[in-house]
């Protein structure tokens, strides 16, 4: 009974991931939409029937995703069949929420990861760097554009300037890697969730924003990744170099994380309008002092733990 139960479920599932997939292949726009919803069957496969038979139905939508889009739907199945399999096991285990956010994002990285190394050694295709080069070649041609038309173009707009940004951003490819990640996650998890709900299959409870807490090991972390920078000199372009800015980079993202949640933390507690952080934020974003004086504040909130402070000043 068990086992007509599971085929049975999973047919009807797998068609509905066919349907999704011929969208997101041969529908233009609409496949934008799609793509939302194509880890939604492996979700509920593997939160009813597991982790194991999970790994059948996968076997299975790949051959599926063969006929239906040759080679070229592999990596799409690939890609959300293994996110929907991770965000499967964690509702079905009940992990928490910050487990599922950070095993989802580490699964589409390395899944993003591993289908860029295969277009390198096998296709002989460097997307990312293509992609750089063809965009910084019409950012400057774009300058040249406006000159030649006797428009203005502001000073710091130089061809070395230009240059010299999208070669940080290259640089910059692995934290950029797992930030879009994050957020693709984020969004894909927002449109899943609202549907799991109503199969009686709740995401993990969410924690406010103002609650988030990193721990503290990470400020010894940052300090010792930026005395490497600082005082032990690497060439640019190497691995080592790549390794040290990205993980400078990370650590500052988290701890502008960690500065914004402060800021509604203190907002909530002092009963301060919810307008308020919400424009300090914005703030923070547009204006380097502003993201300075928000990163700072969340290594003195880790550090020196102020949200006791501010309870206790409370009490």
């Known amino acids: ?30 496949s934008v939409i799609s793509m939302f919803f194509l880890p939604l069957p492996f979700i509920i496969f593997t939160v009813k029937f597991g982790f194991k038979n999970s790994a059948v139905f996968g076997v299975a939508s790949l051959f599926i995703s063969f006929i239906i889009g040759s080679l070229l739907a592999i990596p799409v199945t690939l890609l959300y069949g293994s996110l929907g399999m991770v965000v499967g096991y964690a509702i079905r285990e009940k ?41 910084k070649q019409s950012f400057i041609r774009s300058m040249e554009i406006l000159q030649a038309f006797g428009q203005q173009v502001p000073a710091e707009f130089t061809e070395e300037n230009i240059v010299t940004v999208f070669d940080m951003l290259k640089t910059l490819f692995p934290s950029l890697l797992v930030v879009s990640s994050f957020i693709a996650v984020y969004l894909i998890l927002l449109v899943c969730g609202t549907i799991l709900k109503r199969f009686k299959m709740p995401l993990p409870e969410r924690i406010p924003f103002r609650e988030w807490k990193l721990p503290r090991s990470l400020i ?26 990205n993980l400078v980079f990370m650590l500052q993202v988290l701890f502008t994380i960690q500065g914004l949640s402060f ?25 380097p002092i502003g993201l300075l004086l928000i990163r700072l504040l969340g290594i003195i909130d880790i550090g020196f733990d102020l949200r006791q402070r501010v309870n206790q000043s409370k009490s």
């Open 1 to 30: 009974m068990n086992n007509t139960r599971r085929l049975t479920e999973g047919a009807v599932l797998l068609a509905i991931f066919s349907v999704l997939l011929l969208i997101f292949l041969y529908v233009p726009y609409i």
């Open 95 to 135: 992990k928490g929420r910050f487990f599922l956010y950070i095993s989802s994002t580490l699964t589409v990285s390395i899944g993003l990861l591993l289908q860029y190394i295969v277009s390198i050694l096998f296709l002989d295709v460097n997307v990312i760097e293509e992609t750089f080069e063809v965009t």
């Open 220 to 245: 010894w972390y940052y300090v010792g990744v930026t005395l490497i920078s600082f005082f032990v000199p690497f060439e640019t372009g190497t691995f080592t170099n790549m390794a040290i800015v």
């Open 263 to 287: 800021v509604f933390f203190f907002a909530y507690n002092k009963r301060i309008a919810k307008a308020v952080p919400v424009i300090v934020a914005i703030f923070a974003m547009l204006t």
